[in-house]
Antibody, heavy 117, light 108 residues
């Protein structure tokens, strides 16, 4: 069935790095823009980044620009988020989702990233 | 970009209708018909309920409808049911993406 499965979350110290992955199945991954969206504990949704279907275009929220890098491997049906220089305020559940803002049709279950010393 | 403005909470009784507003600016909500709405139950991933302002994905009840006037988009839920109790988020796309702060719907 159609699904997205995130992995790679965990506990990391401030200033550290983490790489999130998102495995897609059940749909033609290479046809879709893909995005990362996060939700801090008890807070609302915050868009992080999106990438075009061919990786030719990326966009980032100001809060992560210069620290996070989105990428994808269409041969592996996978989406990635490289997170560097992590801060306490990056603590959140990170969701991958299909689309780029006009409508996020498919969501993963999320992976928790905790930035703490 | 600043977050879109939603009421923190709304409530209604079973069978009633409620409307959740989502106010942006002429640079996002007002410029494009690219507002989407999401339902999120506790501990679950969000679910797309409305896209492109007023379109419903297959499988979403026709009790959910979306509209827009100027810089404000709205989600209306008619015939409220207990399972509609959830958090609702609006989202606007205008090159970058911005979400509303979320609205907690309580079914009394």
């Amino acid at each position: 069935q159609v699904q997205l499965v995130e992995s790679g979350g965990g506990l990391v110290k401030p200033g550290g790095s983490l790489r999130l992955s998102c495995a897609a199945s059940g749909f033609t991954f290479s046809d879709y823009y893909m995005s990362w969206i996060r939700q801090a504990p008890g807070k609302g949704l915050e868009w992080v980044s999106y990438i075009s279907s061919s990786s030719s275009y990326t966009n980032y929220a100001d809060s992560v620009k210069g620290r996070f890098t989105i990428s994808r491997d269409n041969a592996k049906n996978s989406l990635y988020l490289q997170m560097n220089s992590l801060r306490a305020e990056d603590t959140a559940v990170y969701y991958c989702a299909s689309g780029a803002g006009s409508g996020y049709w498919i969501w993963g279950q999320g992976t928790l990233v905790t930035v703490s010393s | 970009q600043s977050a879109l403005t939603q009421p923190a909470s709304v409530s209604g009784s079973p069978g009633q209708s409620i409307t959740i507003s989502c106010t942006g600016t002429s640079s996002d909500v007002g410029s494009y018909n690219l507002v989407s709405w999401y339902q999120q139950h506790p501990g679950k991933a969000p679910k797309l309920m409305i896209y492109e302002g007023s379109k419903r994905p297959s499988g979403v009840s026709n009790r959910f409808s979306g509209s827009k006037s100027g810089n404000t988009a709205s989600l209306t839920i008619s015939g409220l049911q207990a399972e509609d109790e959830a958090d609702y988020y609006c989202c606007s796309y205008a090159g970058s993406v911005v979400f509303g702060g979320g609205t907690k719907l309580t079914v009394l």
